[in-house]
């Protein structure tokens, strides 16, 4: 009797319980485990998700707004999330974090641009002037400082990016330069009661507010890799639908 050939996305599924097993917010899976899934991550394509470039989720819609995003749910639990975002050209999943997670994020179709930032400290936001701003005027806006540790192009197939609770590029942003699906491994999800929100960020150019000494760049060139980031509710045009798995079933267990 021939045995049934498991599925990509059933390896993918099979190496998250184990990996995540013992991991909870903020914990960081052991290094085999992060190379297991990358391996698992790294050789599958969009075909062993059942997506196809000709999609309808992939048509613009002449809207004047955010060209809107598809996600397609495959599995969740408390330990961790799999899932894929489809994004028509011009779509963006604007700058958010991902707070106390490990992301595997998987580009399986398309070219896209992510922009990523870590914190340059532990320090929570605070209220900083303006460098233009006089004492007369009511010019602070509470910001923290973040250092640009992404800032490319990224064509599948590509090797799939990994991000940490504090490092890797925690805070990114994700804009289609073609149509793209990118695969998303999330340890631990999104839970707003354990208080892991996805939180949106605008940038503001290092030089718009006054910083201590301790947080200046050394380097007038590394001032480009610096950026002010303030906590913005989610954009109004941001539009995230949620539709049906269609490819290889997962067996849950």
Request: glycine share 6%; proline share 7%.
């Amino acid at each position: 009797m021939k045995h049934k050939k498991v599925t990509a996305v059933q390896k993918l599924y099979d190496a998250c319980r184990d990996v995540f097993a013992d991991c909870g917010p903020g914990v960081v899976p052991a290094a085999q485990g992060i190379e297991r899934l990358k391996d698992i991550l790294n050789g599958m394509t969009e075909f062993d998700v059942g997506v196809r470039s000709n999609m309808p989720y992939f048509k613009v819609q002449e809207t004047g707004e955010f060209p809107k995003i598809t996600y397609l749910h495959l599995s969740e639990c408390e330990k961790f999330s799999i899932g894929i975002f489809l994004l028509p050209p011009a779509g963006v999943l604007p700058l958010h974090n991902h707070p106390q997670m490990t992301v595997f994020s998987k580009l399986l179709l398309g070219t896209m641009h992510i922009k990523a930032y870590d914190w340059v400290d532990d320090v929570a936001s605070s209220s900083v002037p303006k460098a233009d701003s006089s004492e007369s005027e009511a010019g602070t806006v509470k910001v923290r400082l973040a250092k640009l540790k992404v800032n490319s192009d990224f064509t599948a197939p590509c090797n799939t990016s990994i991000l940490y609770p504090t490092d890797g590029g925690n805070m990114h942003c994700f804009t289609a330069i073609t149509s793209c699906a990118v695969l998303d491994v999330l340890g631990p999800p999104y839970c707003d009661p354990e208080g892991r929100h996805c939180q949106y960020y605008r940038t503001h150019l290092f030089t718009t507010f006054s910083a201590d000494d301790k947080q200046l760049p050394d380097d007038d060139e590394k001032v480009k890799d610096y950026a002010w980031l303030e906590e913005m509710d989610k954009p109004a045009g941001l539009s995230v639908i949620g539709a049906r798995y269609n490819g290889p079933k997962i067996v849950e267990k």
